[in-house]
C-alpha cells in the first residue's frame, strides 16, 4: 500500500505541476466588463420564473427526454454487441474514434446529411455513446468471475459462454451505469439544443440571447428537476412503453434528401484531393495543421489542463458537504442540492454566465468546466463515502474527513480524475461555440462558412488528440492500479 500511495502521490504531483506550468500560456486574462446590471436581471429572472410558458416547456421537455431515452437504448444494445469483441484492436481503435469526438459535433456533421432532423439528433447521441458504452461494459465484464466459465462444455461458443456466464454476473453493475449514462444523455440532449434542434437547450439559449431570464430560470429549474428526480419518474419495468412514447413525441421532421454518400466522398475532402493535384492538397493540409489546427489544439489541452485540477481540487474541497458520513442532515441536502446545480447545468450555460462576469477569454471556461465536473466528481465520492463501514472509535468532523474517509477515497478519486480527462478536452473543445479559441471555434467557424473539408481536418484532430489523451490515461491507471485500489 505504501508503494500504491506513493504512486498516487507522484501522478497527483504531476498533474499540479503541469497545470503550473500551462499558467502563463493559458488565455486566462480578466477584461473589464460591468456585468451588473445584467446580473441584476438575472437574479430577477431567477426570483420569478415565467410559470405562464409551459406550452413551450412541455414540448420541449418531452423531446429532450425522448432524444436520451431512445439514444441510449440503442447505443446500450450495440454497446454490449461490441463488449464481445472489444478484444479485437480494430474494435477498440473503432470505439476510441467515435467516443473522442463530442456530440455536438457529430450533430454538425449529422446535420450536413439530413438536416434538423429527428435523425440528426438520435445519431448525434448514439453515435459516442455506442463507443463509451462498449469500453465500459466490456471494463465491467473483464472483472467478473472466470469460474461459472469453468462450468460450462467446452464446446460451447463465444456468445454462449458470454451470454451464460458474464452477463447474469454483471447485470447490476450494467443496469447502474445504464442509468447513469442516461442522465448524461439527457444533458448532451439538452446541449444538442444549441446548433438548433428543438430541445431545452435551444430554448435556453434563445432566452439568454434575448435576455428573458426568467424563461431561461425556468428551464433551467424544469431541467434541474428532470435530473434529480429520474429514480421516481423512470422505472424499469416500463421501458418499452417509455420507447413507444418517446417515438411518437420526437419532432416532425422536414423531408430531406440524404447525401451521406456525396458528404463523406466529396465534401469533406479538399478540391486539391479530389482534383488529383497531390502536391497542392499536402500545401494545403501543412497550412490548416500548422497555421490553424496546432495552435488550437494546444490552446484547448492548456484550458484542459487547468480544468482538471480545478475539477479535482472543487470536488476533494465539496463532497464531504454531501455526504452522511460528514454532515448533518440539513447541511447535506443543501450540499446534494448544489451538487445537483453544477452536474446537471450544461457547461455551454456555466461559460456564458462566467463570460459576462469575467469578459472574453479562456477563464470563464476553465471555471466552468472545473465547477461542472467537480461537481459531478463531488456527488460521486459522496456516494462511495456513505458506502464505506467506518470504526466505533472512528474520528469525527475535520479529522475524519483528512485522515478517514479522503485516504480510502483517493484511489476512487484519481480514477475518475483520470476517466474524466478525456471527457473535459472534449468539452472544452466545444466551448469554442461561445468564441473560447479552442478547436471547436474554429470547427464552428468552418461549418458556417461551408468550409467542410476544413471542419472534418479539425475533428479529426479532436479526435486524434482525444484517442491520445485517453491512451495516455490508461497507463497511468495502470501504473497507479487505481482500479484495483478502488475496489478494496
Known amino acids: 500500500m505504501r508503494s500504491s500511495g506513493r504512486r498516487l502521490a507522484a501522478v497527483s504531483l504531476f498533474f499540479v505541476c503541469s497545470a503550473l506550468l500551462c499558467l502563463p500560456f493559458a488565455d486566462i486574462a480578466l477584461y473589464p466588463v460591468e456585468p451588473w446590471i445584467e446580473l441584476q436581471r438575472m437574479a430577477l429572472g431567477l426570483l420569478h420564473p415565467d410559470v405562464h410558458m409551459w406550452r413551450l416547456v412541455l414540448p420541449a421537455l418531452a423531446q429532450t427526454v425522448a432524444f436520451a431515452l431512445l439514444a441510449v437504448a440503442g447505443s446500450a444494445l450495440i454497446g454490449l454487441a461490441l463488449a464481445l469483441v472489444f478484444h479485437s484492436r480494430f474494435v477498440r481503435l473503432l470505439c476510441a474514434a467515435t467516443r473522442a469526438v463530442h456530440e455536438i459535433f457529430w ?5 450536413q446529411v439530413y438536416g434538423l432532423s429527428a435523425t440528426t439528433g438520435l445519431l448525434a447521441i448514439l453515435v459516442p455513446f455506442s463507443g463509451i458504452f462498449a469500453k465500459v461494459f466490456a471494463e465491467l465484464l473483464a472483472q467478473q468471475s472466470p469460474l461459472p466459465s469453468a462450468a460450462v462444455a467446452r464446446s460451447s461458443d463465444r456468445l454462449s459462454r458470454y451470454c ?4 447474469p454476473q454483471a447485470w447490476p453493475a450494467l443496469l447502474s451505469y445504464t442509468r447513469y449514462r442516461f442522465e448524461c444523455a439527457l444533458r448532451s440532449s439538452t446541449v444538442l439544443g444549441f446548433i438548433g434542434l428543438p430541445t431545452l437547450g435551444f430554448h435556453l ?3 439568454f440571447k434575448q435576455g428573458q431570464y426568467d424563461q431561461a430560470a425556468t428551464l433551467l429549474l424544469v431541467f434541474f428537476a ?8 423512470f422505472r424499469p419495468r416500463y421501458t418499452l412503453l417509455y420507447l413507444a412514447a418517446a417515438f411518437w413525441v420526437l419532432p416532425a421532421s422536414a423531408p430531406v434528401e440524404s447525401s451521406a454518400w456525396l458528404f463523406f466522398s466529396e465534401d469533406i475532402w479538399p478540391s486539391a484531393v479530389r482534383n488529383g493535384n497531390w502536391s497542392e492538397a499536402l500545401s494545403w493540409y501543412h497550412h490548416q495543421l500548422f497555421s490553424v489546427a496546432l495552435p488550437a489544439a494546444v490552446d484547448t489541452l492548456l484550458l484542459a489542463q487547468l480544468a482538471l485540477v480545478l475539477s479535482g481540487l472543487i470536488a476533494l474541497l ?5 455526504s452522511s458520513q460528514l454532515a448533518a442532515s440539513g447541511v447535506r441536502h443543501l450540499g446534494k442540492g448544489l451538487l445537483l446545480v453544477l452536474r446537471s447545468t450544461p457547461e455551454l450555460i456555466l461559460t456564458f454566465l462566467f463570460l459576462l462576469l469575467l469578459g472574453p477569454s479562456g477563464l470563464p471556461a476553465i471555471i466552468a468546466l472545473g465547477l461542472h465536473n467537480g461537481g459531478l466528481i463531488a456527488f460521486l465520492l459522496a456516494k462511495q463515502s456513505e458506502q464505506l463501514v467506518l470504526r466505533n472509535d472512528a474520528a469525527r468532523g475535520l479529522n475524519r474527513y483528512v485522515y478517514e474517509l479522503t485516504p480510502r ?3 476512487r478519486f484519481v480514477d475518475l480524475m483520470l476517466y474524466r480527462w478525456e471527457v473535459i478536452l472534449r468539452e472544452s473543445a466545444i466551448l469554442g461555440l461561445l468564441g473560447v479559441t479552442t478547436l471547436g471555434f474554429y470547427i464552428d467557424s468552418a461549418f458556417e462558412e461551408i468550409r467542410f473539408d476544413r471542419a472534418a ?10 484517442i491520445g489523451v485517453d491512451s495516455f490515461a490508461r497507463r497511468v491507471r495502470g501504473y497507479c492500479q487505481v482500479a484495483t485500489l478502488a475496489e478494496q
Open 226 to 233: 428532470l435530473i434529480g428526480t429520474i429514480r421516481y419518474w
Open 318 to 322: 465539496s463532497y464531504g458537504w454531501a
Open 164 to 167: 451464460y456466464t458474464l452477463l
Open 205 to 207: 439559449e434563445t432566452a
Open 457 to 466: 481536418l479539425l475533428i479529426v484532430v479532436t479526435a486524434l488528440l482525444n
Open 409 to 411: 477515497l483517493y484511489a
Open 107 to 111: 450533430g454538425l456533421i449529422f446535420m
